[in-house]
């Protein structure tokens, strides 16, 4: 299985799908084409998300604002996975999260980005090929071996288009500050707004628990398990199905109520 | 085959590809996820009109704006086909026209959601995998039997997660009123408006047999078999690819011109 | 395989991919449903963009403001692929693109509608079942022989719904114009803008070759081949993936920062 995510829309990953099924018959999955545009950040934390969800096998991730600069292209093994994409460190949130779900590490390989034919779509000329050669470690048919068997690092290693390298952007997805002696008190970051307009932060829902109000920057919000727990149109604190704190509104939009987008501040108090 | 039918946008789908895969090699095939947001009544229009074309499947659809509340979940085996979704009426008249269309009932089941991992996003952890679990009762591999030979209600009932039930939301959807002694003057409802803004009603195509012009609310609109019956910018009515009559513009926006959301009444007198 | 390319938004495709799945377990894969609204044109050049990345397959592309008229349902072979379209000529410039790749020419067949049972979706009535009935020539099994050994035009000719036809509509991208005795100055049109917002025109690449800047009808931008080769915000001239030169901007839109949408037409002066 080869699954595809992008910042791309349409019609663009079309043309990568076919230039997988040119080199493979291994199934194709969309993940997301939507991702928001231009943001590493994002694509990191909605990968992290959505990945683990998946038995093992190859993601082609392409979110890529710095297409045709030298910036390299990267394959990551991560318990079985195996993440290809731009080395903007969109890749290590996911990773880092399907090889910790094994107690494994990760391996970083550089891809030989061959000679693109074009500057600005490499989700077609460097990526969608490098995500069919590496599924073709465990042949080209529709039905592989993969899950069960999936590659080791010296059989990438041995890959031509594969370079093992302990030099790659390694990102990480910020973490929220907790106040001194103060542990009520945590200031945290939207990460993502999702299509429902939920503020997903990156404050563990963990800080949720025994609480049933919090102060959101300062105006008392109530804290729900569901949307359901307050009327249609009010706003309320929930655990997100990531495990993070979320500012929502029961059947509307969370960041045009609370007045936030990825990137601000958010402190909890409570 | 189990198809996927939300109202998520993007990337939630993914996560429950990711949730089948892990469980089952059944092709997935996306219907659709941008049904209209937390509409059951709009799901249950669009799945009445699209699933009649699969061929016997797994049916998971989740339109589900009681997500967390103690809404229960539910199977509906129809035709050969096994509907999963809330139990809020969404799966009822698909199911309905699939069991029609063999001369046949339906049997409702109640899924055990098990303990989900989240109150907010059943989707994942409850829907695709009862999806999948029911798929499996005719095996695992991507190429199953179930279209020539879909299980049977005993079968489904043996299933741990499965227990029968004649307790659930039967939800129709409304139907016109015809007014006494006036055959020619309907009362009718948008149901849903389509992509396109064609205002799709309640009124079967019948009514516009035999009619070349009709009043839409007290206004002269000309019936057309096809958009290019009348000029580009004009409204016309037709008898839509669903079987009921429809509000539209050819080449521009029904729900515009006519001034129909869903839910709206329209009376036609003809 | 069979490829899917509509203008139908959601869910009407889905409808489409039943109608498939009924006749044949060839591998559905979804090219676009978002292609410019009855816009033949656009159809016509995103297809030529993606197809040719394809193996040998038969491809369903719906964009057909025409429907219900007595325009013809048309099905042209190139290249060992099969274009299922509507006669408004979206289809030929991809296939001609397909064809010159192997050096051969076209066949083209005028499909026999059947009575559809609707005068507004022969997506689902017309195009997916001619679709199938094409592909079936090499079987109705998921693993199919159609790559390495796709059907004559004999073979096609002898299906009972197709006709050989030289009557069609023979659509041309426009070409751009050169100025006599001025061959640095061209004037292009705006083909398609993109979801990125680029404008891309029909200028072929080789114009902007040995230039580092040209007059976009009389402002002088800047040719990057990338866009991070201006900053963030700027406007510039690069070749696009598809071999045309386009419009664009560095983390923004195109179409707005240069007042282009499609049929616009571009003066390059440099």
């Given at each position: 299985?080869?699954?595809?995510?992008?910042?791309?829309?349409?019609?663009?990953?079309?043309?990568?799908?076919?230039?997988?099924r040119?080199?493979?018959?291994?199934?194709?999955?969309?993940?997301?084409?939507?991702?928001?545009?231009?943001?590493?950040?994002?694509?990191?934390?909605?990968?992290?998300?959505?990945?683990?969800?998946?038995?093992?096998?190859?993601?082609?991730?392409?979110?890529?604002?710095?297409?045709?600069?030298?910036?390299?292209?990267?394959?990551?093994?991560?318990?079985?996975?195996?993440?290809?994409?731009?080395d903007?460190?969109?890749?290590?949130?996911?990773?880092?999260?399907?090889?910790?779900?094994?107690?494994?590490?990760i391996?970083?390989?550089?891809?030989?980005?061959?000679?693109?034919?074009?500057?600005?779509?490499?989700?077609?000329?460097?990526?969608?090929?490098?995500?069919?050669a590496?599924?073709d470690?465990?042949?080209?048919?529709?039905?592989?071996?993969?899950?069960?068997?999936?590659?080791?690092?010296?059989?990438?290693?041995a890959?031509?288009?594969?370079?093992?390298?302990?030099?790659?952007?390694?990102?990480?997805?910020?973490?929220?500050?907790?106040?001194?002696?103060?542990?009520?008190?945590?200031?945290?970051?939207?990460?993502?707004?999702?299509?429902?307009?939920?503020?997903?932060?990156?404050?563990?829902?963990?800080?949720?628990?025994?609480?049933?109000?919090?102060?959101?920057?300062?105006?008392?919000?109530?804290?729900?398990?569901?949307?359901?727990?307050?009327?249609?149109?009010?706003?309320?604190?929930?655990?997100?199905?990531?495990?993070?704190?979320?500012?929502?509104?029961?059947?509307?939009?969370?960041?045009?109520?609370?007045?936030?987008?990825?990137?601000?501040?958010?402190?909890?108090?409570?």
């Amino acid at each position: 299985m080869i699954t595809l995510a992008t910042d791309f829309g349409s019609p663009y990953p079309a043309a990568m799908k076919g230039v997988v099924r040119r080199r493979t018959d291994a199934e194709i999955v969309d993940v997301a084409h939507d991702l928001p545009r231009g943001d590493p950040r994002a694509a990191a934390f909605w990968l992290r998300f959505v990945l683990p969800e998946f038995p093992p096998a190859v993601h082609c991730a392409v979110v890529d604002p710095g297409v045709g600069t030298d910036r390299a292209a990267i394959a990551v093994r991560a318990g079985g996975h195996v993440l290809v994409a731009p080395d903007n460190g969109l890749a290590l949130p996911p990773a880092r999260a399907l090889a910790a779900a094994v107690d494994a590490g990760i391996d970083v390989f550089r891809i030989d980005p061959g000679d693109p034919a074009s500057a600005t779509f490499h989700g077609r000329d460097v990526f969608a090929p490098a995500a069919a050669a590496i599924r073709d470690t465990r042949g080209t048919a529709g039905d592989d071996g993969w899950a069960a068997d999936p590659p080791t690092a010296a059989e990438l290693a041995a890959l031509p288009s594969l370079t093992p390298t302990d030099s790659y952007v390694d990102r990480r997805l910020p973490e929220p500050d907790v106040a001194d002696g103060e542990p009520d008190v945590v200031t945290g970051e939207v990460l993502v707004v999702d299509g429902f307009g939920n503020a997903i932060t990156n404050v563990p829902e963990a800080y949720l628990h025994g609480r049933d109000r919090v102060l959101v920057n300062g105006e008392p919000i109530p804290v729900g398990a569901t949307f359901a727990s307050v009327p249609a149109g009010d706003r309320l604190v929930t655990a997100g199905s990531h495990g993070y704190v979320e500012c929502d509104v029961n059947d509307g939009r969370g960041d045009d109520a609370f007045g936030l987008e990825p990137g601000d501040p958010v402190r909890f108090e409570g």
